[in-house]
């Protein structure tokens, strides 16, 4: 089946280092891949996605390119902030299942100043 | 209006309460979904709605019942709920495409 493997964290940096969390996935076919970001106590928000192979999504100075060789959706940052500290969520969706997210575990990221 | 909207943000219940969770959207999307998710978690898909009928459930027990009024609305009643059920429960919609899906905030449901 689907499923979405998403390195573990905690992830704790210092401010403006450079932030990679690693996310590979196994899909049947061509999934849509995307990242989400859970801030303490609220819902998830989309970060960026990706719909084709060689896509890059970037948003808010994020960015993950969709590599179908190497089935990953890496997320990058150049310059973390304080305020970047949440948690992240590796996805996938599929037209066959509804489109509904497949989530990998989620990495939470500390960024200290 | 870019946004969809839970009631309530808190829920606190008893075990031989019956509750319901409020979802709605006005962004015209017609695939709906209601997840729930445990402390520390990600999320887990409980039901799918495309086009006002149910197309995914996940194998949910019964004392979650969901329900789609219209293309705005998602309801997901509840009954007789055990304390392992306490968790965020989060609703999300999305166009019938693969663009993503907008989540509410979530309601926090603690059942005592």
């Known amino acids: 089946g689907n499923s979405v493997t998403q390195m573990e964290g905690p992830v704790t940096l210092s401010e403006e280092a450079f932030l990679t969390i690693n996310c590979t996935y196994t899909?049947?076919?061509?999934?849509?891949l995307f990242w989400y970001v859970q801030y303490p106590g609220e819902g998830l928000q989309l970060l960026l996605k990706?719909?084709?192979?060689?896509d890059k999504g970037s948003n808010k100075g994020f960015e993950a390119t969709y590599r179908k060789e190497t089935t990953s959706f890496h997320l990058e940052k150049g310059s973390v902030q304080v305020s970047d500290s949440a948690v992240y969520f590796c996805?996938?969706?599929?037209?066959?299942?509804?489109?509904?997210?497949?989530f990998g575990k989620g990495t939470s990221l500390l960024v200290t100043p | 209006d870019t946004e969809v909207t839970q009631t309530p943000k808190h829920l606190v219940m008893g075990m031989t309460n019956k509750k319901s969770l409020k979802c709605e959207q006005h962004?015209?999307?017609?695939?709906m979904y209601w997840y729930k998710q445990k402390a520390k978690k990600p999320p887990e898909l409980m039901f799918v709605?495309?086009?006002?009928?149910?197309?995914i459930n996940e194998s949910v027990p019964s004392r979650f019942s969901p329900e789609c009024p219209n293309s705005s609305l998602l309801n997901l009643h509840l009954h007789a709920l055990q304390p392992e059920d306490s968790a965020l429960y989060l609703c999300?919609?999305?166009?019938?495409?693969?663009?993503?899906?907008?989540f509410g905030s979530g309601t926090r449901l603690t059942v005592v």
């Open positions: 996805a996938l969706s599929y037209s066959n299942s509804g489109y509904a997210l497949n």
């Open positions: 990706a719909t084709k192979a060689d």
């Open positions: 999300a919609s999305s166009p019938q495409a693969n663009y993503g899906y907008t």
């Open positions: 962004m015209g999307h017609r695939a």
């Open positions: 899909a049947t076919g061509y999934p849509s």
């Open positions: 709605y495309s086009y006002e009928k149910l197309s």
